[in-house]
């Protein structure tokens, strides 16, 4: 999904932090990785690393790492 510009020209954000907590509750898993973040809300994985880092850094969230 392409980067949305305002009419300043700054990147306007379309996913918000509440948007990615709301993933929570209709994914199943004790763990939910950026990649399911992404399908649901049809970003890129690096938007839902970020706003995941995000919420970590906020208290949100507790990370757990995974092998691939």
Known sequence: MPREHGDSGTFVETVSLEDVLGVFDV??????????VADELDCSRET?????QALYERGDLERRKVSR
């Open 27 to 36: 994914v199943d898993g004790p763990v939910i990785l950026s990649a399911d």
């Open 48 to 52: 839902a690393r970020r706003k995941l």
